[in-house]
């Protein structure tokens, strides 16, 4: 933890001269001095744009898909994350994240077991625990990215260019259109599923089944305040509850000031059809048919689910990378790391490596130390970031594992 807050010091310390101005950037004034080609337009990637057009880099990001489709679910912005957002300047209360306030946990019959204040604990951290829109997030981030506004030169984002292939060398990649981009230093921020990853030494390995998969949806709080069955549950704003099974959970968190109740319920892999794509169609039959033990009143607030935007997901866990760099080469968030979802932290250490990143590349770098400070990036990161996969893998172990979770608070 010692190790863990001294990272987040230096980290800060760095992000606060970033801020304030610090290594002679001084808006669209100074010359980029790096040429950045970021593969993926997610959490992870867009950060790292904002960061690192913020040090006064050149930055190019290639993304595969049209936009059409981000997840809409809500995220966990933790102290650790939402301190790096506010120093880049985003506020996600601006976009309706609401504080995260209270825990409450179940047994599935519906018996409170616990219901324990956020309020105090949070007094310790700096910034505060936020729950966010994945949607609201990505749309800032990608604005702030792209805006002509700001500090640095706006990010030129490509839509629609799938990246086929990657030159850590020489440090360019090709896109399945054929269009090749070069750079001084490519990253690799194309998720769970990377193509990048295969770039570094022993990057061939696969992301594999966790044995759980989970439904996902968002319906109004309001709707469930109005049902007699199911308001007991959604009085307190910024409440996250659990309700546990044997082999299975159902999760339940408020976003979106509050106005919406996010939901991802962990089962077993077996008892759904899910795959490793976060948008897989899901059942509201199904997944009544899972839960079929649980609480009738809980029952009564899965059914709420609107059948149309219900979703399941294959839980991807993956050995761990012996590294994330080669040459000019730098992997960041899921494409290093798919975490587990148990502690929300996913996106939240895809944000610290990007900030990491930034930090490790100050203006005027010249292009010659790039593989070096890619190594200093790796060992900034590399176990932090294993560490809390580490921590997601126990959050997310079964009641029946018996496993000791008082002190590792499962959060998603
Ligand atoms: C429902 C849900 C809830 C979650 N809740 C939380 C939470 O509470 N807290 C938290 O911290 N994390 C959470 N996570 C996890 C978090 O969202 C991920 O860990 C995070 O998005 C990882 O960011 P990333 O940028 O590495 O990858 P992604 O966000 O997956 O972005 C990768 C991007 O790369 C693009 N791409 C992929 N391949 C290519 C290619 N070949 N060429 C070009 N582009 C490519 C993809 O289209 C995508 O846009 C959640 C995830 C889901 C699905």
Known sequence: LNQARKTITVMAEALGEMANGANGINGHMKPASLRIVVVGAGIGGLTAAIALR????????????????????????????????????????????NPMQRFTEYTAAGTETRSISTEASNEMWQHPWLLAHRVHLHETLRKVAT?????????????????IDVDPINAT??????????????????????????????????PFGSGKSAFRFLIKRKVAQDDP???????????????????????????????????????????????????????????????KDFDPAVL???????????KVWKLLDMPILPTWINERLALLGDAA????????????????????????????TPVSEVPARLKLYEKIRYERANRIQEYSRIAGHDLRDNVKLDSTFATI
């Not at 090749?180 to 022993?202: E, F, I």
């Not at 148990?342 to 490790?360: F, K, N, T």
Request: glycine content about 10%; some cysteine; charged content about 20%.
């Open 54 to 97: 913020q040090q006064g880099h050149e930055v190019v990001i290639l993304e595969q898909s049209s936009f059409a489709t981000e997840a809409g679910a809500a995220i966990h912005l933790a102290p650790n994350a939402n301190g790096i957002l506010r120093r880049l300047g985003i506020f996600a209360e601006e976009t309706g994240a």
């Open 147 to 163: 805006s002509p506004d700001g500090k640095g030169l706006p990010a030129q984002l490509h839509a629609s260019s799938k990246v």
């Open 173 to 206: 990649i090709t896109t399945e259109d054929g269009v090749r981009y070069n750079g001084d230093l490519v990253l690799g921020a194309d998720g769970v599923h990377s193509v990048t990853r295969l770039k570094v030494p022993g990057g061939s390995v696969k």
């Open 229 to 291: 069955r199911t308001s007991k549950f959604v009085q307190r704003t910024g409440e996250l509850a659990i309700w546990y099974g044997a082999d299975r959970r159902i999760v339940m968190y408020s976003t979106s000031n509050n106005e919406l109740l996010n939901f991802v319920n962990i089962h077993p892999e077996s008892e759904s059809e899910a795959s490793g794509d976060w948008n897989t169609q899901a059942n509201l039959e199904k997944m009544l048919e899972v839960y």
């Open 300 to 310: 009564a607030l899965l059914g709420k689910a609107d059948p149309e935007s219900l």
């Open 337 to 364: 790391h798919p975490f587990l979802p148990h502690q929300g932290q996913g996106g939240g250490c895809a944000i610290e490596d990007a900030a990491s990143l930034a930090v490790c590349f100050p203006a005027d």
